[in-house]
């Protein structure tokens, strides 16, 4: 893979460049064929720069704004305090062509909106949708689209999810056939909306996708498939479910690791030991690994990080969209949409 | 609180007697004011009452019956096969008095249509909603409602859900103004569909409410808030994923102490004094622990149990009907919204 460059918003995010700069940092190191465009306050960055030794790196191009959108503003808002900020910036530079993908922590109703304005969609998808990898108990990952992008959405919407999800596997967990399930309440054929009964029908019918019927939330992290498709508002109350869980399982025992800290007996050395075993294995699960969600269906990489990321998560989502970027996603999908006989 | 009776169709649920047996033999230790109406397969259930020293309990009446509804089919077919059930008969004793309340870890489907079926709805209340105590991190418990009743629902019945949950709350948890939330994908007042946006509006106007706003599903754990309300699609898809997770999660450490078991070296007492104060603290947010559903607006308690509960999990769901025995929660709901000005 050649050299490439991504389109950083630095600004956005609960910590801004806090926690941009140390992952943008982490990235350059593990990527040598990275060059970064950052959008945001010089005033902020130069000194995080500077403390990373980044200041005068030929990798870095950094373009001052002090504009930003709000986190949770609504999006009619956003678009109007759009110009010039980092978030826009960013993707404008991804849409000219400067950058093959953009990364931002930023309001997520601005980036999806301003995206889907800015980046070209491509052919046959009418509306791209979130898409993330989650952990599977076993160490490897599923995709699972839409998280988010489109609270309602029709049964040909879903079905383009499907096909999207499933070129999506096949380039990023290398599978040749994925297995491609849609989220339900039950497993039965007759269980959840009439829109989910009808794609179902629809999809057990599409020889060329390796459907294998509804999967329940409970089954999300069992390897039971590695596509999981739903409309973006179940896929989000599914995936938040999810991730609180995890959080909040994994902050008992961090709560506990700093706990062990503090002993001083005999026993602290073998304390020390175990926890550190429990931690590595919470750590193969924790959410922040997976951080990141692209917009699938454009012809550009962008990805959506958590707005409350840590530096380690922003990482992650540095890499999510780097991945993409080496693994040529957007043409993947255009290529394989348009060799399939059923799309026009 | 004098003596009752609870009704129990012994054969529902993945492993049957095995399970539900053991179960009722801890009830009957824990409550002396319990008795028993047994539902089931006699050539089953005696050996396993003869186990337990209750096959001459003056506590236990048993009825023998070799029907039962199958785990998986749907109300239809169900209800065709229901006639001499275990299940039904369970309900028919509630129904007539016999019992103050049902238990059972059926068909959800068949009990849910069944029990709509033969017992009395409360006045005001067009839909009957499965109401669980979901587990905090404190230590304490949130309800939640609709956990799957109902796929779509109305404005009006989501409000309805609303009351229900308050009054609940109020017995269950012994709370004087409970916090009620609505369950969205953000907690702004634009997200989410267009009947969430509508209620959280006519929500926010009730006075005789403590609503609080939108919540998300990574906090349905966090005590942020004492009643959850959705409808029973989203509500199913939000619950089983945060069972699911921490299902798994715990399902790591138990595999974590069984291999403690084996440790032969002079560390093996450390460890598992270490160890037995991991599992005791995953086991406050144990799913087990808050097994059991009830469906809430009928004039009866009748709970549904997890098919797949374990002996520990099936004590649980008997323990909170019989909770709502105790705290006469269909009469106190029914009081409640006869007092409500706003209900006619």
């Known amino acids: 893979m050649g050299d490439f460059t991504l389109a950083v918003d630095v600004m956005g995010g609960d910590f801004g460049p806090r926690v941009t700069i140390p992952a943008l940092a982490k990235a350059l190191s593990q990527h040598s064929n990275l060059s970064l465009l950052l959008f945001g306050d010089e005033s902020q960055i130069t000194p995080l720069l500077e403390k990373y030794s980044l200041l005068h790196s030929p990798k870095i191009q950094l373009h001052h704004t002090e504009q930003m959108i709000d986190a ?18 960013a993707l404008e530079a991804v849409k000219e062509g400067k950058a093959q993908g953009c990364v931002s922590g930023g309001n997520t109703g601005a980036l999806m909106g301003l995206a889907k304005l800015l980046i070209e969609p491509l052919p046959n998808i009418e509306r791209p949708a979130l898409t993330s990898l989650i952990p599977t108990m076993n160490g490897k990952s599923t995709v699972m689209l839409d998280l988010g992008a489109n609270i309602e959405v029709s049964n040909s919407q879903l079905q383009q999810f499907a096909e999207m999800g499933n070129l999506f596997a096949q380039v990023m967990l290398d599978l040749v056939y994925p297995r491609l399930s849609l989220l339900n309440i039950g497993t039965e054929e ?29 089954k999300l992290t069992s390897y039971l498939t590695d596509v999981i498709i739903c409309d973006g508002y179940t896929g989000n109350i599914a995936l938040k479910a999810l991730e609180g869980a995890a959080k909040n399982i994994i902050s008992l025992f961090k709560k506990e690791k700093a706990d062990s800290n503090i002993c001083r007996n005999t026993k602290r050395y073998l304390l020390k ?18 951080n990141g969600a692209t917009l699938l269906g454009l012809s550009k990489v962008i990805v959506k990080s958590h707005g409350g990321a840590n530096a380690n998560a922003f990482y992650y989502a540095i890499d999510y969209a780097i991945q993409q970027i080496e693994g040529d996603i957007p043409n993947k999908i255009l290529q394989g949409l348009s060799q399939n006989p059923l799309i026009k």
Request: charged share 30%.
């Open 72 to 89: 949770d503003i609504p999006f009619s808002k956003a678009i109007r305090q759009s110009k010039n900020s980092s978030m826009r910036l």
């Open 190 to 218: 007759n269980k959840g909306t009439a829109q989910l009964q009808a794609v179902h029908q629809q999809l057990k019918k599409r020889q060329d996708l390796n459907y294998i019927g509804f999967i329940e939330s409970d």
């Open 273 to 290: 030991l175990i926890f550190y075993r429990y931690y590595r294995k919470l750590q193969e699960i924790n959410p922040d690994r997976h």
